[in-house]
């Protein structure tokens, strides 16, 4: 088990050297100067070139990488070019706030999918089973923005129960800002988990060893739970993994829709101004958040199954 997660950690560590490395090459290769754009487009060429200097965007590329991944090595991003402040205090600003997000919206997403699949493979091929394959279609195929301008037509403009957008300055004013973000998440994500866990739980509660459970007498919540739905949460656990890293990187859509001001928004305005160590601030955080997260899918992994732990078994 240690040695998987070891192996595991220093994969994921060479992925994000390359992710950060292709995110370097990229932003360097677009035709923008951020001096210009700092500087403004009435600047004199010696003003821009100044800025260009202090920036030290004058070094030659092979330079400015060496010295990019040493200032990443003591703890150091730069500073933003559009905000003029160190990129960890931006980031250190916005990710607790894109952190809640994600954290209740998984919370929705997990226990209403999780709930409506396992009901659907209970009543296989029955009206229940029928109406949640339907719901759960309309769930996926609706598109976030479109959730989301509908939730703030009904919830805001027009029953005004909750606050249009922004994220409000006290604790009540957050947590009601907080709602409709975390239910335009959470519909496409239980959608998608209900469809995930169904055809696993159909799956599973066909094996030799549930049928085994149920030939012992053993109550059917116990079956359906202990046998079935905890042999059904291995794979339930990478796909949860996967979307709490990615959810962690920012939810740019819902962000921007409800002008939420985490990460996902700070990504927008950081590549509509080529703000370079911002986009790559953010490019850490979120390659960071899907390893961690991987990482607790491993863990959770040698919970689940004891074939892991004692190493029985190899993914």
Not at 57 to 76: H, I, W
Not at 161 to 182: C, H, K, Q, W
Not at 278 to 306: E, F, K, R, T
């Amino acid at each position: 088990m240690r040695r998987r997660v070891a192996l595991r950690l220093v994969s994921s560590l060479v992925v994000i050297w390359a992710v950060l490395t292709i995110t370097f090459l990229v932003h360097h290769a677009l035709p923008s100067d951020p001096a210009r754009a700092m500087a403004g487009p009435q600047a004199r060429p010696s003003e821009v070139d100044r800025i260009r200097k202090q920036l030290k965007l004058d070094r030659p590329l092979p330079v400015q990488y060496v010295e990019y991944f040493k200032r990443l090595s003591r703890g150091d991003l730069g500073r933003s070019f559009q905000f003029r402040k160190p990129v960890t205090a931006i980031l250190a600003d916005r990710l607790p706030r894109t952190a809640l997000l994600a954290l209740f919206a998984v919370f929705v997403q997990v226990g209403i999918g999780a709930a409506i699949g396992t009901l659907a493979a209970l009543r296989r091929g029955r009206a229940l089973d029928r109406g949640a394959v339907a719901l759960t279609l309309v769930g996926v195929s609706a598109p976030t923005f479109l959730t989301g301008v509908l939730l703030q037509y009904w919830f805001a403009y027009r029953w005004r129960i909750l606050p249009y957008d922004g994220y409000g300055n006290t604790f009540a004013e957050r947590a009601l800002s907080m709602v409709m973000p975390v239910i335009t998440l959470g519909m496409f994500g239980a959608a998608y988990y209900a469809r995930f866990v169904r055809d696993e739980m159909i799956v599973v509660l066909s094996q030799d060893f549930v049928r085994s459970a149920r030939a012992r007498g053993l109550p059917r919540w116990r079956v359906v739970l202990v046998h079935g739905f905890r042999n059904a949460l291995m794979p339930l656990t990478t796909v949860m993994a996967l979307d709490l890293g990615a959810l962690m990187g920012g939810a740019v859509v819902t962000e921007k829709v409800f002008r939420w001001p985490g990460m996902g928004s700070l990504t927008v305005d950081a590549v509509l101004a080529r703000d370079g160590p911002v986009v790559m601030g953010v490019v850490l955080v979120a390659s960071l958040s899907v390893v961690a997260a991987n990482l607790l899918a491993d863990i959770a992994y040698g919970l689940l199954d004891p074939r892991l732990r004692d190493g029985s078994r190899r993914l």
